[in-house]
């Protein structure tokens, strides 16, 4: 629409396209509530004004009868491969809940495919009612002895800033290489100037974390306690608050945030699993949680949208005025939100929870698929060269390990599981290059009695990852990931349980329900082989993560991530 | 300096350039004071660290003793050439004071020189201690009855965006034009597009309002009363809170601001004499008032640094953390902040309330004189057309006037001034192309009994306004400006004091402590003359803008602004 018009419009001198009377509008900026109307055209707000005096006109009149009317939400920080769906079938999980915008790093997907992942990702994004911004991912791979199936450069990244879509660098996981000066690491940063840097810093604190702000970081997500979100935002940063499925930090930090600081917050999610997302929702669950433990609904709602939208320089969003998008929630109670109605660039797209239909192209975009292993490396025997064993020890709910020493069982010359001591095997199997390389090691923790759990979300390479009570299981359990182009699956005997993620891996192409159904159904699989973890799944994901202490499985091996080296599977 | 050398000085592994210690550091994130100690190098700040732990090391040390440090503070909106000293010497006035900041829209020299002129005020700011941004000028000339010097189209505004130091669009007065669709408005808004955009809506309201918000304007500084200054913040514009010295807006808005809506206002100074600069200060002297006023002494730094930086987007400054600009101020007390030390980009440049010398070369910019005015056609003669005339009635301290029909005075045959009915006739000189064109009227309200006021600064388009009780004083003024190449002067006989402003007739040479001496005398010689008013060159100074109601003084005649057109001398 040309401008003219839609100044006419502004003025009432021409038919907006879509009124809403009857609202109380969140005025985000004053925190405030204001009874009246709202006139849209062209996608955007055209203006605001009291019911009665009949300014606006409009082609569609909706009453709201009272409900309240405030910006669509914006998850600052989400990996949307952790909910395990595709973006149209996240799309249909969180728009309908309000959630209009989200800044998403698509790191999962890089580190299989690289820019040819984060390119699918922007494709697939933009048929759907849910504006999709992408925060270039600064650390693909995540250290040196990830086996990734890409890395991205500091060239890479440029040439990614150039996308209309992109609008910044995600988390900066590598602070170590930050604080030393890794000419590689500045590049990245330098590559992105000008724009909003995200940081991910667990613990960092004093001048280290100066550096890390005076570097050009802006942002982290990573505190898990009031005193070092406070130190991040005496240091200008601002803080993501985070509740994910595997890290909740909203409890903890909700009292930091005060009407005088509180411009300084979001609400991000960073991963949640489709089982999470579809019972508590997204950031609009962290709305009720933050609003049920004693924060002011429209402090709550202005973290969720308004403050998102300013730190991402996403000017033309997060607040009810005349110009912005008109993405926009109706809600009844303003002491839990929950949308009624979701309008997005002026559109209905979401009534009562239900995503309502849209246009998408019949064609959608394609992948190569991502797994490449030569069925004859499947060899998980361990010839006996000691008595002890190195052992990764789990610590539940966290995603670092303990390296702990433990007697081997030895049957015909090799180190075999030992399920009645709570001592399995582990492998990670490389899946990128068909190097047929196989790191092999012992865990406890896990608690399986049989059978085998295995699994190609294996942060952050997304090798295989496998953990099992005999050889069997584990090879049996990695041929069905092979045979149903990745996923997750559990084996025991004849019994297999599957979630199959033919996209990249990752991403299942079913319904979000279909795919909380199968997980739930892995779960009770895992938990009925004798798991005594809460989700063993999650847990396994990790014990790949090379760059978290203290002992990691990589496809070379035990790492010990203290020293940062490979380390021999028996001590001696 | 190498982004690597900074991160290593501010994690203290290499000595900083220069440590403040012993500091209160404002923190305007958090509405707090933390002490501690300021780690500076390559201009910025490293970071900041309690004292004691001796966390940093620096070349140079200054132990502030306790003393408060707070960002530089930043007018958000000035017209440097109202001040009428050079760029140097209004950095002079400023910086000492604790002002390394301001956006300047050069409207009055754009009027005069065009692109010339705006050229010229990015040239000479370039070696001050002041940062000067400049928003372009929007409505130059202001309206189809000014004879401006120039001309800036929507092209001209386009070009001067991709200069580093041009940010955005300043104050968009034709609103008229923005609300009727007007080609040329819309093509100047949509040259800034994605840029601040200033406006400029004296009462504006209602859809209206909506329409001005919805074309992009982000801001407002005429708000007088606070429910002008509500519907603003409501509509998401910023408001910004202006004390000029003829338009005093602090008192009336602050009530407005609480800690809720805070981040919405900042402060601007817009037009103030060399006088009130000199006695007030500038956005400093706004901290002080708002403080003795109630407001929250943190919360009135924030309004004139943090705010500002972040609606014009610079978000290099506004805040002491890790990476931004040293741009900082020390002060004693904090229910009425006064500098002791400036410090810009981490140098001090003032201390005590004196600038320190600076670096500039010896050859500054020259301009063309801008007086093109032939002697001849100084004739003020009114030949006499009817008995009763069109009069400008004053209002003391407002630039509207009313339009009021007198009785005229007639001797042979001629209208003359009539000073004992305070009847003075008033002359409007076209001095841009040398047409020759003198506009002649009658105007009642300036007391003067003798003698005749002239100026060149006569807004926009800064012709020669000249005042007087006979024909003969008037020639005698303009003939002294065409002397001095422009500037304010009072002619009682043989008495002539005057203020020369060689500076496209507009800005001084001299120093403001010079400057403000002059008018100090020019002041009271207009007041033994006879005048009532306050300051007589001001309200003269507004007489010729011919967009203001109700009757003004054009190089064509009296221009009734009510209609919009010219409108005959004699009424009958």
Redesign the interface.
């Known amino acids: 629409m040309e ?6 419009i ?3 001198a021409q038919p907006a396209e879509l009124l809403l009377t009857n609202a109380q509008i969140v ?1 985000l ?4 509530v ?1 009874r009246g109307q709202i ?1 849209i055209a062209d996608g ?6 009291p019911d009665g005096a009949s ?2 006109r409009a082609t569609e009149v909706v009453d709201l009868q009272g409900q309240y009317v405030t910006p669509g939400l914006i998850d600052g920080h989400v990996h949307i491969e952790s909910s395990m769906v595709s973006v149209p079938e996240f799309s249909r999980a969180v728009v309908p809940r309000g959630v209009t915008t989200v800044i998403t790093d698509p790191h999962e997907i890089a580190n299989v495919l690289g820019m040819t992942g984060i390119r699918y990702m922007l494709e697939v994004a933009k048929w759907n009612p849910l504006s999709v911004f992408v925060m270039a991912p600064s650390c693909v791979p995540a250290g040196p002895y990830e086996s990734a199936g890409a890395r991205l450069s500091a060239y890479d990244l440029e040439s990614l800033m150039h996308d209309k879509w992109v609008v910044g660098l995600a988390e900066m996981m590598d602070y170590p290489g ?2 030393a ?1 890794n ?1 590689e690491a ?1 590049a990245k ?2 590559a992105a100037v ?1 724009r909003p840097l995200d940081g991910h810093a667990p613990g960092l604190k ?3 974390l ?2 890390y ?4 970081i802006g942002s982290d997500h990573e505190s898990t306690t009031r005193d070092e979100a ?1 130190d991040r ?4 940063m601002i803080v993501m608050i985070r509740e994910a499925t595997p890290a909740r930090n909203l409890r903890d930090l909700l009292p930091l945030v005060t ?3 509180a ?2 917050f979001m609400f991000v999610t960073d991963d949640r699993n489709p089982i999470h997302l579809l019972d508590d929702g997204s950031v609009d669950g962290m709305v009720r949680q933050a609003i049920a433990l004693g924060l002011d609904p429209l402090l709550a709602l202005q973290l969720a949208s308004l403050n998102a939208a ?1 730190y991402f ?1 996403l ?1 033309d969003r997060g ?1 009810v ?4 998008r008109a993405d926009l929630i109706v809600f009844k109670d303003l002491s839990a939100p929950r949308a009624t109605h979701v309008y997005r660039g002026g559109r209905l797209v979401a009534r009562n929870g239900e995503l309502l239909p849209y246009h998408r192209p019949a064609e959608s975009p394609t992948l190569p698929v991502s797994l490449s292993v030569p069925r004859a490396s499947l060899r998980f025997a361990v010839a006996a060269q000691g008595r002890r064993l190195r052992v990764i020890e789990i610590i539940p709910n966290q995603i670092i390990t303990k390296s702990v020493v433990a007697d081997a069982r030895i049957q015909d010359g090799h180190a075999v599981a030992d399920p009645g001591h709570d001592l399995l095997k582990i492998a990670l199997i490389e899946r990128h290059t068909g190097s047929g390389r196989v790191g092999l090691g012992f865990v406890r923790g896990f608690g399986l009695r049989f059978g085998a759990l295995a699994s190609t979300v294996a942060h952050d390479a997304h090798n295989i990852i496998v953990v099992g009570a005999d050889d069997e299981s584990m090879r049996s359990a990695v041929e069905v990931i092979l045979d149903m182009k990745g996923g997750l699956v559990a084996v025991a005997g004849r019994e297999v349980v599957k979630l199959p993620l033919p996209i990249a891996g990752l991403m299942s192409d079913q319904p979000i329900t279909t795919v909380a159904e199968q997980l739930r159904a892995l779960l009770q699989m895992a938990h009925r082989m004798g798991s005594t973890l809460e989700d063993p799944f999650m847990t396994l994901s990790f014990l790949s993560l090379s760059v978290i202490p203290a002992l990691k499985i990589t496809d070379r091996g035990l790492l010990d991530v203290t020293k940062f080296e490979l380390t021999p599977l028996f001590v001696d």
């Open positions: 401008l003219a018009q839609f100044i006419q502004a003025r009432g005025d900026y004053n925190l405030d204001v006139a955007r707000i055209a203006g605001t004004a300014s606006y930050v604080l000066g000419p500045l940063i330098e000008n004093g001048t280290d100066n550096a702000a005076a570097a050009g406070l935002i005496r240091r200008g009407v005088k600081n411009r300084r300013e320089r000017f607040a005025t005349p110009g912005k």
